[in-house]
């Protein structure tokens, strides 16, 4: 069994503060309806020395579902769960389970290191999980990582592809100032979002347009109704291959490998609690990404904990 933890007490002091501070405030701004104050559902089970576990996530449905994954399969060994969803961006979720108020949430491998160290050069996903220890605060580990990998990935329709001669990035480039770009407004800010696409591509796009939905519906309307010509949508979208949509490729590794992997708090995990943990990401693919996301997102309309039943269930995880 693996886990990685650093226990570095210098990395703390008045940043840690200061992180709490800034998660107190943007909770309290949002008015009333504090993502953290209680858990709202519960997948039950019976309790461990460590006590019961919240599992947390972003605010898009695939970490939705993947954290009623880990709820659900933490009840099958024994812990009792309850799930935390939405809380929202990494940026609020990462404070979020170094102050305590969730003790773990779904993550992804290469969007983490970057988090943790925006100068992180690693890209591969060997390289990115040998990087975490040393870059991890006190208190935080990731376990073991997942087969299946969800990527931001620059989408353009087959038209667009067409219209340029687009196959990658590297294309896209030489026309960047004319695009629109639909993406979350952190795509600005974030090392692979607009710097990355400069520094590794000199792509210098249009303007921005700003989703919330992480490359859902209205990314998507937007995109086929032409009102954007890029989008920055999720390699496991099922609309991707639904829409005959392209995705353009990154020779240049813009964006890092992202396994999905449980980020935790060490105060109250137990070794039941890893091992239940590990044994979703020893099963878990890309191919379960994919269709989980069709199940909530598509025609299906599940709502997550009824898809990761179902998922528990087809795996034998949950009888």
């Not at 975490?132 to 990998?149: M, Y």
């Not at 044994?279 to 598509?298: F, M, P, Q, W, Y």
């Amino acid at each position: 069994m693996k886990e990685i933890v650093r226990n570095n007490l210098t990395r703390r002091g008045l940043a840690g503060l200061a992180a709490g501070v800034g998660l107190a405030v943007a909770l309290t701004a949002c008015g009333g309806s504090d993502p953290l104050s209680t858990p709202t559902t519960s997948a039950g089970g019976g309790g461990t020395a460590g006590g019961s576990l919240v599992v947390g996530s972003a605010d898009f449905p695939e970490s939705q579902i993947v954290a009623e994954i880990y709820a659900g399969a933490l009840t099958a060994a024994g812990v009792t769960a309850t799930t935390k969803p939405n809380i929202g961006a990494r940026e609020i979720y990462f404070k979020a389970v170094q102050d305590g108020s969730v003790d773990l949430v779904p993550d992804y491998s290469g969007n983490l290191l970057s988090h943790v160290d925006k100068e992180a050069a690693e890209v591969s996903a060997e390289d990115i999980y040998k990087a975490l220890p040393e870059k991890l605060p006190q208190g935080l580990a990731v376990l073991e990582p997942s087969k299946a990998e969800s990527k931001d990935a620059m989408v353009v329709t087959k038209a667009t592809a067409e219209k340029y001669q687009l196959k990658s990035i590297e294309d896209l480039a030489k026309v960047c100032k004319d695009l629109t770009m639909a993406a979350p407004a952190t795509f600005e800010t974030r090392a692979y979002g607009f710097p990355g696409l400069k520094a590794n591509y000199g792509c210098e796009l249009k303007a921005l347009k700003p989703f919330s939905d992480g490359g859902g519906n209205l990314t998507l309307q937007a995109l086929l109704t032409d009102e954007v010509q890029v989008a920055d949508i999720y390699t496991t979208t099922p609309s991707i291959a639904d829409n005959d949509l392209v995705v353009l490729e990154d020779p240049k590794n813009n964006f890092k490998a992202q396994q999905v992997l449980p980020l935790y708090n060490t105060a109250k995990m137990t070794d039941k609690a890893k091992e239940a943990l590990n044994n979703v990401s020893k099963i878990l693919t890309t191919e379960d990404l994919v269709n989980l996301n069709r199940a909530v997102s598509g025609s299906q309309k599940q709502n997550a904990k009824d898809a990761a039943a179902s998922w528990l269930k087809d795996k034998g995880i949950v009888k």
